[in-house]
């Protein structure tokens, strides 16, 4: 497929265009709705998409036709079609995001969300690698095979503005454009992660999620903890208490059965691989104090806890104080915000249900307990790889990382992979990323490690190429003309 010219002209367009763009992107703090409920107000998610839109429509790809579609009271998303290369059946599906986390505290000096920062390989800030470089990495991959006269099948490429809050506007958009999408016979989504920057990670499973806010009230009013502290039980301890039911606090195990599955051989066996690429990387790679270590220095079940293994978070508290504000009273209530990793295979709407009751029923010392569920998002497990695709993606691999492909599950969520698994249950699924060590999406000093992303960009079009040539029978053998671009870099 000429991978010396396909180097050359992703390099040139990410040198020229793609990180501009990125470090413009940056600058737009378009938080997620879960984290602005007043986003339509603030226009930030607007001017983003209108910014993506605006270089969309300046690429060299015949066809292409480029759409911001809106639904009344949702987020937009943009809807980018590229007619293919022949009368092949199915489509490529290629998928990202444009929305982003909040800000979240701990950046380093030097460092902020909302400015862009470029040290070397890495470009720092809020949202290029979560995943603001996915339509970019996108459309430039089939840009390239334009420019190589490489044929490719039709190509959809979806970007949304909800991942980030649960994906829960994207299902009216995928219905209200069910005819336009078809039915992928490939999906690639360039919104996970990479165990190192040395090779193509393919994601085989991702978990699920329910959280929501447990609140304990044992108080009408704070009381004095001298008086009632022995009388009254503290209201963070009946907290830890219904915890306990779900969690043991010694080695973070999820007692309830309902929230655990059996991990398929298959999966067992790709985590054991991992680790022996990965070696201590595994735990390596997060920034532990001096003198902390992780849960298990045995690196398969570590990969297995964080990928196929419930796991409890609390991701908020409320109703205490600083503790430079603290006086000594016995609080009235305590509030926590839970997050719950569930195995890919676990139902999350029966789980959310479930962890309910768990925590609601028979409250200690007859507080009042109320678990509101706010989050509720099923896992996704992969269907096994034709071989064309396992041995595209390694290839792709060998050709641009220079080293085999690895396949790992992945301990995050991506909601749309589970609604695309269940309404196209036939297709073929590429959940690649550029998340790698200490990348830190959702937390402080995220940033896009740049030479991975233009190699990520390079394999999408090998893989691309690749369906096209497995699926097609007596299709032309060259992608519709340039219109006269003769030169496509030399224009950038």
Same mark, same amino acid.
């Given at each position: 497929m000429g991978r010396a010219e396909i180097i050359r002209y992703v390099e040139r367009v990410w040198d020229q265009e793609v990180i501009p763009e990125l470090t413009a992107y940056i600058r737009i703090p378009n938080k997620s709705p879960a984290f602005d409920s007043e986003w339509q107000i603030h226009g930030h998610m607007d001017r983003a998409v209108a910014q993506f839109e605006g270089w969309?429509?300046?690429? =060299? %790809? &015949?066809?292409?036709?480029?759409?911001i579609k809106r639904l009344p009271e949702r987020? &937009?998303?943009?809807? $980018?079609? %590229?007619?293919?290369?022949?009368?092949?059946?199915?489509?490529?599906?290629?998928?990202?995001?444009l929305d982003k986390q909040p800000e979240?505290?701990?950046?380093?000096?030097?460092?902020?969300?909302?400015? =862009?920062?470029?040290?070397?390989?890495?470009?720092?800030?809020?949202? !290029?690698?979560?995943?603001?470089?996915?339509?970019?990495? #996108?459309?430039?991959?089939? !840009?390239?095979?334009?420019?190589?006269k490489v044929p490719y099948a039709r190509c959809v490429v979806l970007i949304e503005a909800c991942e980030e809050?649960?994906?829960?506007?994207?299902?009216?958009?995928?219905?209200?454009?069910?005819?336009?999408?078809?039915? /992928?016979?490939?999906?690639?989504?360039?919104?996970?992660?990479?165990?190192?920057?040395?090779?193509?990670?393919?994601?085989?499973?991702?978990?699920?999620?329910?959280?929501?806010?447990l609140r304990v009230e044992i108080l009408n009013e704070g009381v004095h903890s001298g008086d009632a502290s022995g009388v009254v039980a503290s209201s963070f301890r009946i907290l830890r208490r219904l915890l306990s039911r779900l969690e043991d606090e010694a080695t973070g195990e999820i007692h309830p059965p309902m929230f655990r599955v059996a991990i398929p051989e298959a999966r067992l066996q790709q985590a054991k691989a991992a680790a022996q690429v990965l070696g201590d990387g595994v735990f390596a790679k997060f920034p532990f104090v001096d003198g902390a270590g992780p849960v298990s220095r045995e690196l398969t079940e570590s990969i297995l806890n964080r990928t196929w293994r419930p796991a409890l978070s609390i991701i908020g508290i409320g109703g205490a104080p600083a503790?430079?504000?603290?006086?000594?009273?016995?609080?009235? #209530?305590?509030?926590?915000?839970?997050?719950?990793?569930?195995?890919?295979?676990?139902?999350?709407?029966? !789980? #959310?249900? @479930?962890?309910?009751?768990?925590?609601?029923?028979d409250p200690p010392y007859g507080a009042r307990v109320k678990f509101a569920p706010d989050w509720t998002c099923s896992g996704w497990d992969?269907?096994?790889?034709?071989?064309?695709?396992?041995?595209?993606?390694? #290839? !792709?691999?060998?050709?641009?990382?220079?080293? /085999?492909?690895?396949? $790992?599950?992945?301990?995050?969520? %991506? =909601?749309?992979?589970? $609604?695309?698994?269940?309404?196209? &249950?036939? @297709?073929?699924?590429?959940?690649?990323?550029?998340?790698?060590?200490?990348?830190?999406?959702?937390?402080?000093?995220?940033?896009?490690?740049?030479?991975?992303?233009?190699?990520?960009?390079?394999?999408?079009?090998?893989? %691309?190429?690749?369906?096209?040539?497995?699926?097609?029978t007596s299709i032309n053998s060259e992608c519709p003309p340039s219109q006269g671009r003769e030169d496509i870099g030399r224009s950038r």
């Open positions: 969309a429509r300046k690429q =060299p %790809i &015949p066809g292409l036709k480029v759409e987020t &937009p998303l943009l809807l $980018m079609e %590229i007619p293919g290369s022949g009368d092949l059946e199915g489509c490529v599906l290629l998928y990202g995001h979240t505290t701990g950046w380093r000096e030097g460092l902020h969300p909302w400015e =862009p920062v470029r040290e070397g390989d890495r470009l720092y800030g809020r949202g !290029a690698a979560d995943d603001g470089y996915a339509m970019f990495a #996108s459309l430039t991959a089939i !840009a390239a095979l334009v420019r190589l809050s649960g994906s829960f506007d994207l299902p009216f958009h995928i219905e209200a454009l069910a005819e336009r999408i078809g039915r /992928p016979s490939l999906v690639i989504c360039l919104d996970s992660g990479c165990g190192n920057y040395e090779r193509l990670w393919c994601t085989t499973s991702l978990r699920g999620l329910v959280g929501g806010r503790p430079a504000d603290a006086g000594n009273v016995l609080r009235p #209530s305590t509030e926590a915000r839970l997050s719950l990793r569930l195995p890919p295979n676990c139902d999350a709407n029966a !789980a #959310s249900a @479930a962890l309910k009751q768990l925590l609601e029923q992969a269907p096994e790889f034709e071989p064309w695709l396992a041995a595209s993606m390694d #290839s !792709a691999s060998r050709t641009y990382f220079g080293q /085999p492909a690895v396949c $790992m599950g992945e301990g995050g969520t %991506i =909601p749309f992979m589970a $609604m695309l698994g269940e309404r196209f &249950p036939e @297709a073929q699924f590429l959940i690649t990323g550029v998340l790698g060590p200490q990348s830190n999406a959702h937390g402080p000093n995220e940033f896009l490690h740049i030479p991975t992303a233009k190699r990520l960009t390079c394999c999408v079009a090998q893989v %691309i190429a690749e369906h096209f040539r497995h699926k097609g």
